[in-house]
């Protein structure tokens, strides 16, 4: 069985979580670090197992290639000659300025996870050399690399009395990670750490559970919410409590409303954690439904601010990758218009040709509603920013239908689905 090591920023966890279990389902020895911990003995244990592998994975995210942790790591492979394969876990990295030795190796994609790109790493793993025998003597160790939130863990979970001071400025070092955008999974994590020590004093107690909450709870937007609209029919029908769903008062409720599965302590519906035990908390359900536009379909999805132009860009590659040509143009309401049109093969009308129309509508809450119709190719160059209530009525109706037979609607709303959680 080969042994894998895989170097990896924690911002990543969840990507490469599911790489290594990609990797274990099929039999291959899968090691990732787990701890939090820093210090040499954490370090020492590394080392050892990247001495033990036979081939290193580097997950590549922009935060990787900025770890100490992760470089000192890979310039400790490439003294030892073993063979690494780079995989691609996030897509906020610039593949074209990275130094070697990553730049003379050919980068396998993990942006989707799923199970095409799974064999792809299964494949590039396969035709890989065998790792060489080590060299002797080692090479010199790399230093313990700093680690920040490892010195303060270590000082949290010391058996040692913490006075009133230590104890304050602990806090103080924490809030000051929290402002520097530190992982919020490992700040939980030092939160729920410190709130455990048996002599908390009640004032520090209460400003980490406000710490907690402010971890817990989607951040602010600091924009206007969007004026609401007429409803395009009569109101919905009150539903029946679905037994089984989170929060429904039927008989089969798996757990009462606002309530955490793990330690059932009460929780509020925009927490994404428990304060008292650290669990993810679930989401209820939603369903997609028509637009605010006459003809469209929408849904919504779980977006931070900074990730829209991210997500956009994602979505123009994959069409681009299909066969489509996409436009972007900037709407109202501080909306996105994507248009897309098959290339070359769809015949047009009045000079314009039949589009697919996606509109990115940012939200308050860190939400995204993305909503999707036909309607006619704009000239980019003469709209300057589009006001949706204009462009809709150019919409051509019957003109769906044909996305609809190629499911390009659902296409697009499960790929980006595929980056953010549906909401």
């Known amino acids: ?27 291959f020895d899968a090691w990732h670090d787990r701890t939090l911990t820093g210090g040499q003995r954490w370090w020492d244990s590394i080392l050892s197992s990247i001495r033990e592998c036979d081939i290193f994975i580097f997950a590549l995210s922009k935060e990787s290639w900025e770890s100490e942790a992760c470089h000192s790591e890979l310039a400790y492979v490439v003294a030892l000659g073993k063979p690494i394969l780079p995989v691609l876990v996030a897509d906020n990295v610039r593949l074209s300025l990275l130094s070697a030795p990553l730049n003379e190796i050919q980068i396998t994609n993990y942006l989707r996870r799923d199970k095409s790109e799974a064999f792809a790493i299964l494949k590039a793993i396969n035709s890989t050399p065998v790792a060489p025998e080590l060299p002797d003597p080692l090479p010199s160790p790399p230093p313990v690399p700093l680690s920040y939130l490892g010195e303060l863990k270590d000082r949290i979970e010391s058996p040692a009395t913490l006075t009133a001071q230590e104890q304050n400025l602990l806090f103080v070092e924490i809030e000051g990670a929290i ?10 994590d ?3 750490s410190l709130k455990q020590r048996d002599d908390l004093l009640a004032s520090v107690g209460r400003k980490v559970d406000d710490a907690l909450r402010k971890v817990s709870t989607p951040e602010r937007r600091q924009w206007q919410p969007r004026p609401p609209q007429p409803p395009a029919g009569p109101p919905p029908a009150e539903r029946t409590p679905d037994p089984g769903v989170v929060g429904s008062s039927g008989a089969g409720g798996l757990m009462p409303a606002n309530g955490c599965p793990q330690c059932q302590k009460p929780t509020q519906p925009d927490w994404r954690f428990c304060l008292s035990c650290g669990t993810a908390l679930p989401t209820p359900p939603a369903v997609g439904g028509s637009g605010r536009i006459p003809g469209s379909k929408s849904r919504r ?23 489509f040509d996409t436009q972007q143009i900037d709407a109202d309401e501080d909306s ?7 290339r070359g093969s769809w015949r047009d009308f009045v000079g314009m040709g039949t589009s697919l129309n996606v509109v990115f ?6 939400m995204l509603t993305v909503e999707i119709g036909a309607g006619k190719w704009v000239d980019k160059a003469a709209a ?40």
């Open 361 to 366: 509508h940012p939200e308050e809450d860190d």
């Open 336 to 342: 996105v218009l994507l248009q897309i049109k098959k």
């Open 179 to 188: 402002d520097k955008g530190r992982s919020q999974a490992e700040i939980r």
């Open 301 to 323: 999805y779980a977006c931070p601010a900074d990730a829209l132009a991210t997500i956009i860009n994602d979505v123009r590659g994959w069409l681009n990758s299909q066969d």
């Open 384 to 423: 300057g920013t589009v006001s949706l209530f204009i462009l809709w009525p150019l919409a051509i109706t019957a003109g769906i239908g044909a996305w609809e037979q190629m499911k390009m609607p659902d296409n697009i709303f499960d790929y980006i689905g595929s980056r953010l959680a549906y909401r």
């Open 1 to 27: 069985m080969r042994k894998v090591f895989v170097s990896y920023s924690r911002n990543n966890l969840d990507a490469v979580g599911q790489l290594v279990k990609d990797l274990q389902d099929v039999g």
């Open 190 to 192: 030092l939160l729920l």
